[in-house]
């Protein structure tokens, strides 16, 4: 059975990312997949270095410096410089981002005064649990083999019996229905 040292030795992994550069360049779908699968983790790790935030948004980091290079990739030489190409999209990513948070901050800061009315924290952690609790079985399993088991993407998929990123799409669209539902209930 091959492991990560065989798909990095043939180009497959991370390691024979330039490889793909023309492919994706093209709009190849496949390779895109690749490149991503490739540079996930590595991604993902530089967007906690460079952000220090939860990983709600450097997985957000992530998904728009994927975005970026679907849309802008060109054929790369040398997987040197596919390295410096992707912390640079992966930087100006989590920047435009952590400016964007802070735009709208300021705004709800601006527009927003607290009232007595407002749930305290209590009942929103109250409330969060009914919505877990209410959540269909297999979501409410790979939430809690995440979150509460502190597992990898990869290892919740796994054990959930798909992979991880079908457990990262997932998880985003968990976590955005519960965002708009705490909008909605004025919980969030």
């Known amino acids: 059975m091959p492991d ?6 043939d180009g497959r992994g991370a390691g024979g990312t330039a490889r793909l550069t023309p492919a994706v360049s093209r709009g190849d779908a496949a390779a895109m ?9 590595r991604a993902y790790g530089l967007a906690r ?11 957000d980091v992530v998904q728009e410096a994927m975005l970026r ?9 040398s997987e040197a410089d596919v390295e410096r190409w992707m912390a640079r999209v992966v930087h100006t990513a ?33 409330w969060l649990r009914a ?25 919740a998929g796994g054990h959930e019996g798909m992979s991880g990123g079908a457990a990262h799409g997932r998880i985003r669209r968990v976590l955005s229905r519960l965002r708009r539902l705490a909008k909605e209930n004025d919980h969030g």
């Open 131 to 155: 919505q877990i609790a209410a959540l269909p079985p297999e979501d409410a399993g790979l939430m809690r083999l995440r979150y509460w088991g502190d597992r990898t993407l990869d290892e």
């Open 33 to 41: 997949a690749e490149f991503y699968s490739a540079w996930f983790e």
């Open 94 to 126: 989590a920047l435009d981002l952590l400016r964007r948070e802070s735009r709208r901050a300021a705004r709800e800061r601006g527009a927003h005064a607290p009232t007595a009315a407002e749930p305290d924290v209590a009942e929103r952690v109250e």
């Open 69 to 77: 290079v679907a849309r802008r990739m060109k054929a790369m030489g």
């Open 4 to 9: 990560a040292t065989d798909s990095l030795r």
């Open 49 to 59: 270095a460079i952000t220090r935030r939860d990983e709600s948004f450097c997985l």
